[in-house]
């Protein structure tokens, strides 16, 4: 166990050491900049399209920040060969991945704090300039929102370890997790829209349908954490559907950092 | 020595200018790029929705600020339609799409029933627009109340329009849309009915220029009322139609014809009705900007 904190806690300070979280923080904060000026070129829902741009922001800055720092924790110490200096040490190949995975997950909750600071202080900042425009607002749906957000973060961390555990490069484990997040946040209504194509006029092979369909259960459904637009009109979801979405989330998250355990230990170091 | 560590300062000090140069001239070549009818063409929302990813209800926002963009850029032309057919479609395609990505997004809903309706007659399609809203706003009361009026205003309808008003009346805050209702049920005055629609729609609304439209309107609409009023005087008093307004202000009915604010001007139609040669769509170029 104690080794097992120990490179969580390294990772997660290596993480924080890394530039790339400064890069990430200043487009956030340009982003919510953004949301002033977008906001006053609203008619009426001012509060809604706030909301949007400030939730949206925190979200792709988190995405990067998963893309470009937590793929580089794992898979700089396969590129640069440092693994080989861990792997003699008394832990072992799982106790490295998941010590590896709960120093990001870490990281990742903490920025997320910093991006809904970000966020929350956009939100005020607008509700500020225009009270009257914010009709049917809450705090703790924003809340719950980026809650939402930082779990399917930490599932994609976790699916971007699965990649690494059998890629060689960091570069191929980034592509695959970009795959992934794509595929992850459209999944849903492509599997909709080959369902039921006379909506858009389209009429797909039963070939495309199958394919869909198994990639509906292949792939993680990031579309369950997305609540930004109900959140933005205050319209709560159910007890219920937040329970089921965290389950859903953790169980996906421990399944991809079970195989990447399996993958990982199994694999030969050249 | 002194030369060579100049020689990049003054590079950017030309290159600077030169920046700017191109700049404008590309920005300004990029407007002559062709713009017309046949690349006008609006992604269906079913499509938007996998490609904006979860990024949504931002897709929604932007696609509805291109088309308030695109309409306030047409406002400064001089030629008539100042709108064309195939751009009214567009705008309409736009916040069909906008408000298929995020269908309780409210304004696209508002702008589309301050335009197409008036200026674009893109009325049914603005009602079936309007219908998807009500149908995921169902707390608002202003979506069916605009359904109501652009049913009895322009199509005719006051049966469906009293429904509308009815389900309007239900919403919270928009109870005092049942007296509005019975009012058409009983088929009261076109003119008086609008009138009071509008100046229903004026209490809500904050907007500057958009109150600025319907005061307008407003306007023109009272001076219609109180020409249908004098054209009805005359005819009890004389038993006949007055055929032009100036027979009014002959008799005395009226001591002077109201100014049409929309730049036209009042005249009796021949089934004795009051129009305008504006047909209250703005005339003067200065009047909506």
Redesign the interface.
Known sequence: MIQLWSVAAITFKEGLRNRAMYGISILALLMMVANLL?SS?????VG??AV??A??SA??AGLLLVLFVGINLLAKDLDRKTIYMVLSRPISRSQYIVGKFLGIALLIIVSMALLSLFAAASIYLVKLNTP?YFPRFSWSLVGLSLAFNTLALILLAALSFLFASFTSTSFISLMLTIVAY?IG??IN??K??VEAPQ???IAPSPVIVKVVQIAYYMFPN??FF?I???V??G?APSGSYVFWTVSYGLVYTSLAVAIACAVFSKREFP | MIIRRALPIILVLLLIPVHILTLSTVSNKRKTLHQGEDVAYVIPGPLLKITSLEYDGLASDFLFLKALVYYGGTLNRSERPRVKDWEWRWIYSTLQASTDLDPYFYDPYYFANAILTWDGNMVRETNSLLAKGSRYRDWDWMLPFFMGFNSFYFLHENGRASEYLMEGAKRPGGEALASLALRLAVKGNRTENAIIFLQEILKRTKDIATRKEYETRLEALQGIHVLEGAVNTFKDKYGKQPSELKELLAVGIISQIPEDPYGGEFYIDKDGSVKTTSDLRSMKKTKNN
Not at chain 1, 41 to 45: G, L
């Open positions: 977008i070129m609203i008619m009426q829902e809604k399209v949007d741009m939730l949206s979200s792709f009257g794509l946040n459209s209504d492509v909709a829209l909506g858009a006029g990031l579309s997305d930004k637009t109900q933005a009109h319209i």
